[in-house]
């Protein structure tokens, strides 16, 4: 190796460096002018950010009501404002037609509003709510205990399709205050996700979902006897007005004729599960008219009651109707599209004992949902939004296999949600056959 000897020589270095000297006047204007640069800009952007030309465009109702609805319940929406709107750096939200903005949301979203199925619903323009069918609209309620947000509304959206066309569509489809959404996770951000399952964690417990994966749920479903029970805390949920699926309302989109409320699904789902092979005991009594208070409480008893007389069951279904709700009246119909049909979009929600209430199995309840979730989404794409996990108990404390199951939101219809039903029970099943086949 050669050595080098002597004095380095700095020939390409500017003179007054190679001198160690920098003269202050000649490198403080350049820094002005850049920090006058930056100013200028973040100036330009501020007033833009605060001009009507992106205020016009943004629905806050759309992302209070949503967020509200997927993650927080009854917590607070302020950072729900214009400058989180604008300035976050997360899940990109694409609307429909109707609200053509194009906005970064916050961290906390549940997950992209996606334009699905615009070559079939040809574009989305709004019309009179006086050209729609009537109705009254409520602001969304924080529940306690319930999973649920009441609320009513006007429902529906309106296709540009030619008048015949209009005609022979669903009123759900023509109403200017119901905006169809299909709930997809943009990113694993904000989740806990493993697997292509999603989890909303609304507690302070840390999930990983590939372990909950690896555990076999903790379901005995060799039994002759039921092994399934289906109930309803809110039993008088129903649907939009739709069709032939008119009824006599009892409260704000509720009702209790069974043959369109929540029950209905219930039926539905029981059906396919018997055919199946597996016992399953429906109760189909309304616990939430006509009080809602204390419908929990008083399906708790229920609950166990049927338990103690029939201790083989293993599963407890608590079915549901969501409701997503604006502060100015709209509300949202989750669908999705399989087979050409349009299906309400469900939802698992899985409770933990982090409110105070006794309830130290909730894990295996969780282990059977992420598989449930996981079959779900392998059969059927989109059908299912993602898990939601929350600090209330919802009476899942009385077996190994507790979930509730919301079929849709109040905007979807009665047709919709059957649609859903018969998806779901087909993939339930089809998780129960794998279970039992290894016991």
Not at 335 to 364: F, S
Request: charged share 25%; glycine share 6%.
């Amino acid at each position: 190796m050669t050595e080098l000897r002597g004095k380095p020589v700095f020939q390409r270095l500017p003179r007054r460096l190679r001198r160690g000297r920098v003269r202050l006047g000649f490198v403080l204007p350049k820094l002005l002018f850049l920090l006058l640069g930056a100013l200028v800009l973040r100036l330009f952007f501020t007033l833009l950010g605060q001009s009507s030309f992106l205020w016009e465009r943004i629905d806050t109702d759309f992302f209070e009501s949503v967020l509200s609805s997927e993650l927080w319940s009854s917590r607070s929406t302020e950072v729900l404002n214009p400058n989180t709107i604008c300035l976050a750096q997360s899940a990109v939200l694409t609307s429909l037609p109707a609200y053509e903005f194009r906005m970064a949301a916050d961290d906390e979203f549940d997950g992209e509003f996606s334009p699905f199925g615009i070559e079939t619903w040809g574009e989305l323009k709004n019309t009179d709510a006086e050209d729609a069918s009537s109705g009254e609209v409520s602001e969304t309620t924080a529940l306690g205990d319930s999973v649920d947000s009441i609320s009513s509304g006007d429902e529906s959206l309106q296709s540009s399709d030619t008048d015949s066309n209009t005609e022979n569509s669903s009123s759900v489809e023509n109403d200017p205050n119901v905006r169809s959404v299909t709930i997809i996770p943009s990113s694993p951000a904000g989740y806990d996700y493993g697997e292509g399952v999603y989890i909303k964690n609304e507690t302070d417990y840390s999930i990983d979902v590939g372990s909950y994966l690896n555990r076999k749920p903790k379901l005995d479903l060799t039994s002759d006897d039921p092994v399934i029970l289906i109930i309803h805390t809110h039993a008088s949920e129903a649907y939009y007005p739709d069709g032939e699926d008119i009824y006599v309302p009892t409260d704000t989109e509720r009702t209790d004729d069974k043959n369109y409320n929540v029950v209905r699904v219930g039926d539905e789902i029981t059906e396919l599960i018997e055919e199946h092979g597996y016992g399953v005991i429906h109760i189909r009594d309304i616990f939430d008219y006509p009080s809602y208070s204390g419908s929990y409480t008083r399906t708790l008893k229920v609950i166990e009651s049927v338990l103690e007389e029939n201790p083989t069951i293993q599963i407890v279904i608590d079915i549901h109707r969501d409701a997503m709700v604006s502060a100015s009246g709209s509300t949202y119909r989750t669908i999705t599209e399989i087979e050409e049909e349009m299906a309400a979009q469900i939802l698992l929600v899985v409770g933990t004992d982090e409110g105070g209430l006794k309830h130290p199995n909730w894990r295996e309840n969780l282990t059977l949902a992420v598989h449930l979730q996981k079959r779900l989404t392998e059969d059927y794409p989109l059908l299912a939004r993602p898990i939601n996990l929350r600090s209330e108990r919802f009476n899942q404390h009385a077996t190994f296999g507790s979930f509730i199951l919301e079929v849709g939101t109040s905007s979807n219809t009665l047709k919709e949600a059957l649609y859903s039903a018969r998806l779901f029970a087909s993939s339930f099943c089809n998780l129960l056959d794998a279970i039992a086949s290894e016991q």
